[in-house]
């Protein structure tokens, strides 16, 4: 029986409707989807929110038209700028020096719980993720059934969307008539969907570069470790250009969409042309457009080489990988090798295995849709209702 799903997903620069199908040659096939650019949120709060109903209406409208079906039931992944994560550890004494059960990895994750207060928190306990578990004093696994000891210890993280973001979404999908089935982290599903079990193993660092911030996640095991939000991502770049340049922002984008980081011999004398506000021709010598470019790109590099200097220093191992996704740079020629030399570390652009849409730039949406999935699975097929299995699964 295949199971039909729905997700929207509030990125910085567009609002992202995705309707997807089980049963497919992939774990889920997207039949419907539709992209509606806005305004987007900084700081905690939307730029322009008289908008948000009718962006979400469009979206969700267009997504259905593709699929030739009516949402009537969503999920609704949670932005990274209305979340925080939380981690911690905690060591549990096994009642028994038998076989490590379920209950006791429940028990121990429990625990962390409460060494974290989250209960005191006040937000809505989004995902309740395990880094790795010790057995003993052995080796980090993330599977500790089945194994025999006396200690049980582990990290766990948990992503917890802020109250403010929920309130807004049920009186913005209640305005719709759509009901609401869950709050999932986008952040979390694009670091489960993107980066392998083995660079998680290693300690993976996903540096998200959207139109207005940039998501910086240190993710390991099945958690998201470390996560932090820097105020500066690729519309930035097109503001300076914009600015400098006293183009329109349209042709701006165009410029830095088209921008070269590492010419060639072609490359290096070449005019960039485009329309100014009144429809004339303008053009440009490359070196007019490098010095803001490169200008605005240096200080968005520089925030993410401090943020793993200070902040998530030591959380990286010798074998970490970087990954950068998110339409802020991912895109532009040249942009990963630029990060990579600025950071000191290789880059890697990863891409999500599917059929359609998978560019960086929908590297969140998709993520939010296999977490969905992901979930369902792992309730297992005891429970019946495809997806109305997943409405207990997330607690506030």
Known sequence: ???QVAAIDFGTSKVVTLIAQSGGVNRCDIIGSGTVPYDGFAQGDWNTPEQLARVARDSIAAAELEAN?????IYIGVPGEFTHVCTGEAEITLESAGEITEDDVNRVQDAVADELKIAELGGYVMHRSPAWFVVDDGKKTMMPLGAHGERLRAQVSFVVAEPVFIEDMKNLMGSLGVAI????SPTLGESLLLLSIEERDRVALLVDVGYLNTEVSVVEGDAITYHAMLPLGGGQITA?????????MRAAEQIKRRYVFNPDEFDQDAYAEVAGANG?????????????????MDELCDMVDLTLKNDAAGLLGPRSQVFLTGGGIALMRGGREYLATKLGHPVKVPVAK???????????ALGLVDLIFDSIEQQGPKEAG??????GLFKG
């Open 280 to 296: 004339e021709r303008l053009s440009f010598p490359r070196e007019y457009i490098r010095r803001p470019l490169e200008k605005s």
């Open 240 to 248: 300076d250009l914009c600015e400098e340049l006293r183009i329109p």
């Open 181 to 184: 089935l869950g709050f999932l």
């Open 1 to 3: 029986m295949k199971t």
């Open 354 to 364: 599917s059929a359609r849409m998978n560019s960086p730039v929908y590297a969140s």
């Open 69 to 73: 079906s009516k949402v009537r039931e």
């Open 386 to 391: 495809g997806i109305k299995k997943l409405r």
